[in-house]
């Protein structure tokens, strides 16, 4: 949605739609992100503590820098939108220069 690839320096929004059971990969910033869950449920896991915190739909999630986490939905699937900010370069290397 918003990005880099799009001219965003400053910002990133990411629309992530799970499959029921789907999950993330592994996730980590240097800078903190924000996720709204506009729809489904889930769970965002911190993988630093082992932590789960309940994902429903209409929640928010602000991540602190360097945690390490991951998403994961539930039976209905789950949408998220969110990302870092600024945008973490790191998630945009698979898709070359």
């Not at 489904?40 to 911190?46: A, L």
């Not at 915190?53 to 998403?71: C, K, R, V, W």
């Not at 945008?87 to 220069?97: E, I, R, S, T, V």
Request: charged fraction near 15%.
């Amino acid at each position: 949605m918003v990005w880099p690839g799009s001219g965003a320096q400053q910002r990133s929004l990411h629309l992530i739609n799970l499959d029921p059971g789907g999950r993330t990969v592994d996730l980590s910033h240097g800078s903190e992100c924000v996720y709204h869950v506009s729809a489904g449920s889930g769970t965002m896991v911190d993988l630093d503590t082992d932590e789960n915190h309940e994902a429903i739909t209409g929640s928010m999630f602000l991540i602190e820098p360097g945690t390490n986490y991951q998403f994961t939905a539930g039976q209905q699937g789950a949408v998220l939108v969110g990302g870092p900010c600024p945008p973490d370069p790191a998630l945009y290397k698979h898709l070359g220069d």
